[in-house]
C-alpha cells in the first residue's frame, strides 16, 4: 500500500501538470503550522523562479485544478505561495478502510528480504550482568523485532563471553573455597558428577571475591591465567567444571531474559569459534594481510581518507594468545559459513565503536565477508543514575538485572495501589500480576524512548508513572481502550461487525491521520535500526487517543452507526498500538 504522503504528492502532482507546471514540483509534506492545515505544498515558490512568475499565481492556478479534487477537502493557495492541504473525509476514510483489511496496516514487504544477524546481548558467564547488559538486551531484542515485522529474515545470537579470563577466575576461586573436589585431581580419569558443585548464588559471590582478589594479589592473577590456558589447552577437569558454569550461568540468563521478554534464536559464544582460530590465522599469514609488529600478529586497517589514527588490529598477542579481536573475527568467519547473512548488526556499547571498526575493516580487507555483506554498529549511551554517572546500586555496586527488575516491580505495584484508592477496582493479586506486565513497560520504553546512540538518566518515580513520556501511559491507553470494547460487547455489541465511518469531528480526524503515519514511521524505524521512532509514534497516538476519548461520547452515542465507527476506529487504534509495543518487546494487561 502507498504511504499516504505518496497519494498526496500525487495528487498535486497532476494538478501542477494540469496547470501546465511541472509534476515534481507537487511535493507534499507534513504540515508544519498544524494549527492552519494538515499537509501543505511548497512547490509554487520551488518553481517560481523558472516560470518567472509570483509564487502565488502558480499557487492560485494549482488550487483551481484542484477544487473538485477527492483526495483534498480544503486547498487553500496563502501568500507568499503556500498551498495549505486538508485531506478529504472520504479519502482518509478509504485509507483506514484498506489499511484495516491488511494485517500489516499497509506496510509493503521488502522485494528481497534480507538474513540479518543481530549480536545483542552479550552477557559475560558467571560474571553478574551489569546494566550495560540490559541496554543491549533491550534494544537488540527490539530491533530484531522490527526488522521481522517489516519482512526480513532475522537470527538473534546472543554471543555469550564465556572464554576469558573470568573463567579461569571462576576455577581458581571455586577451588580456593573446595578444593578436594574431583575437577583438581589430575589424576582423574573416571567421569565426572552431572551435578554442578555449586549453585548459582555461589558462582554469584565466587566471582567477585576471586575478581577483587586478583587485582591486589599478582600471585593469584597469574594461577587465574594459568587455569585460563589449561581450559583453553582442554585440561579435562577445567573444561568439566567450565561446562558446569556456563549451564549454571545460562540457566540464570535464560530466567532473567524471560522476565523481561527477551528470547534468542541462538546461544553460541566466544568459545564456539576457538577452533577455527588456528586456520584463520595460518589464512591471513599466508594471504599477506597479517604482518609481525613488535612480535604481534597485526592486519593494518588504516586508510587514506582517515581523519583520525584506526590503530592495526591485532590477531595474536606476542605470547601467541588469541584476544577478543580474533574471536569476533572468527565468530564473522562462522556466521558466514552457517548462514551466509546480508548484514550482521552489533549492539555493543558505544565506547567498542573504534574496536568494531578495526574488525570490520579487517573483515573485508582478509575477505572474510562478501562485499556485499553489511557490518553495522548499533552503538548505545550510558545509563546514568539521577547524579549523572554510570548507574549504580544505592551502596555503589554493579547492579544485578533481577534486582532492578524487582525494584520497578515494587514503585509498580505501589502506584497500582495508588490508582486503586482513587477508585480503580482490582484485587491485590491481580494488582501484583499487573505490577508486572507494566513494569516490564516502565523498563523497556523509558530505554527505547531514548535515542541509542545517548546517555539517559535511569529515574524510577518517571519511568514507572501513567504521565507522560512512559510506558505505563501508553499501557494504561491501551487498557482504557479494551474496558471500552468490553462494555461494548457486554451490551450486546460484535466486534466483528463494526465499520469504519468518516470523521466526524477534529480530534476524531487527527486520531485518524495518526493511524495513516504507521507504515512510514515502522519503514523508517527498521532502516535506521531506530525502536525510539517507534516509542515517539505510539506516544503522539496515544495522546491523539486520549484527547479524541475526552471529546467523543462513545459508548452513549444513540445513533447504531455512528457508535460503530467510533468503535470501529477505536479497535483498530488498539491493534497498532499493540503492534508497536510488541516490537518494542513488552505486551498490555487486559485491565489494570
Ligand atoms: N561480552 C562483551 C562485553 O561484555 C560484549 C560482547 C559484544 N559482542 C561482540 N560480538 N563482541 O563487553
Redesign the pocket.
Known amino acids: 500500500m502507498k504511504k499516504l504522503l505518496e497519494e498526496l504528492t500525487e495528487e498535486m502532482g497532476q494538478a501542477f501538470a494540469a496547470a501546465g507546471y511541472d509534476k515534481d514540483l507537487g511535493k507534499v509534506t507534513l504540515s508544519n503550522r498544524p494549527d492552519l492545515c494538515e499537509f501543505q505544498c511548497n512547490g509554487a515558490m520551488a518553481g517560481a523562479r523558472s516560470y518567472k512568475k509570483a509564487p502565488i499565481m502558480i499557487a492560485n492556478d494549482v488550487a483551481v485544478k484542484l477544487a473538485d479534487s477527492q483526495v483534498f477537502g480544503a486547498v487553500e493557495a496563502v501568500a507568499p505561495g503556500f498551498l495549505n492541504l486538508k485531506v478529504s473525509d472520504s479519502f482518509l476514510l478509504h485509507y483506514l478502510e484498506e489499511m484495516e483489511a491488511d494485517p500489516k496496516f499497509g506496510l509493503n514487504m521488502p522485494v528481497s528480504p534480507k538474513k540479518i544477524i543481530i549480536?545483542y546481548g552479550?552477557?559475560?558467564v558467571a560474571k553478574p550482568l551489569h546494566v550495560g547488559?540490559l541496554r543491549s538486551a533491550v534494544i537488540g531484542e527490539s530491533v530484531k523485532r522490527i526488522c521481522r515485522y517489516v519482512g526480513h529474515e532475522v537470527i538473534g545470537d546472543v554471543?555469550l563471553?564465556d572464554w576469558g579470563l573470568q573463567m579461569g577466575l571462576n576455577i581458581i576461586g571455586l577451588q580456593d573455597r573446595q578444593p578436594d573436589l574431583v575437577y583438581f585431581d589430575e589424576s582423574y580419569e573416571g567421569e565426572y558428577p552431572k551435578e554442578a558443585p555449586f549453585t548459582i548464588s555461589e558462582l554469584e559471590e565466587i566471582y567477585p571475591a576471586a575478581s577483587a582478589k586478583s587485582k591486589e594479589d599478582p600471585e593469584y592473577k597469574a594461577r587465574a591465567m594459568e587455569a585460563t590456558v589449561k581450559l583453553q589447552n582442554g585440561v579435562r577437569g577445567h573444561r568439566a567444571l567450565w561446562r558446569h558454569i556456563l549451564n549454571v550461568s545460562v540457566a540464570d540468563l535464560k530466567k532473567n531474559y524471560a522476565k523481561l521478554n527477551v528470547e534468542f534464536d541462538l546461544w553460541k559464544g566466544e568459545s564456539n569459534v576457538q577452533e577455527l582460530i588456528p586456520d584463520m590465522v595460518a589464512y591471513m599469514k599466508e594471504e599477506g594481510y597479517a604482518h609481525e609488529s613488535e612480535g604481534a600478529l597485526v592486519v593494518d586497517v588504516k586508510e587514506e581518507t582517515d581523519t583520525k589514527e584506526i590503530p592495526p588490529c591485532m590477531i595474536l598477542k606476542s605470547d601467541g594468545a588469541s584476544l577478543?579481536n580474533t574471536t569476533?573475527l572468527a565468530?564473522i568467519l562462522e556466521r558466514m559459513n552457517l548462514y551466509q547473512p546480508d548484514e550482521i548488526i552489533?549492539v555493543?556499547?558505544k565506547r567498542?565503536e573504534l574496536y568494531f571498526e578495526q574488525v570490520f575493516r579487517c573483515a573485508r580487507k582478509t575477505k572474510l565477508v562478501k562485499p556485499g555483506t553489511e557490518l553495522k554498529f548499533l552503538g548505545f549511551g550510558t545509563m546514568n543514575g539521577k547524579d549523572g554517572k554510570p548507574f549504580k546500586t544505592r551502596e555503589g555496586g554493579v547492579m544485578r538485572l533481577e534486582d532492578l527488575i524487582r525494584d520497578t516491580q515494587e514503585e509498580m505495584y505501589r502506584k497500582i495501589l495508588e490508582g486503586r484508592e482513587k477508585g480503580h477496582e482490582i484485587s491485590d493479586e491481580e494488582a501484583g500480576l499487573v505490577a508486572e506486565t507494566v513494569a516490564v513497560s516502565a523498563l523497556k520504553y523509558g530505554d527505547l524512548s531514548n535515542q541509542a546512540s545517548k546517555d539517559y538518566v535511569f529515574d524510577l518515580d518517571r519511568f514507572t508513572s501513567f504521565e507522560g513520556d512512559t510506558g505505563p501511559y501508553i499501557l494504561y491507553t491501551i487498557t482504557r481502550i479494551k474496558s471500552i470494547l468490553a462494555k461494548y460487547k457486554g451490551q450486546g455489541g460484535n466486534l466483528a461487525q463494526v465499520t469504519l465511518r468518516e470523521p466526524q469531528n477534529e480530534s476524531e480526524k487527527a486520531l485518524m491521520l495518526q493511524l495513516t503515519q504507521f507504515q512510514s514511521m515502522m519503514a523508517a524505524a527498521c532502516e535506521e535500526l531506530a525502536p525510539h521512532k517507534v516509542c515517539s509514534y505510539i506516544y503522539d497516538l496515544s495522546n491523539a487517543f486520549n484527547h479524541f476519548y475526552h471529546e467523543t461520547n462513545i459508548l452513549r452515542e444513540e445513533d447504531q452507526e455512528k457508535r460503530s465507527g467510533l468503535i470501529a476506529l477505536l479497535v483498530l487504534t488498539r491493534d497498532v498500538l499493540e503492534t508497536c509495543i510488541d516490537v518494542l518487546g513488552f505486551g498490555a494487561p487486559e485491565r489494570m
Open positions: 549480536d552479550g552477557p559475560n547488559h554471543h563471553g577478543y569476533d565468530t552489533y555493543v556499547d567498542q
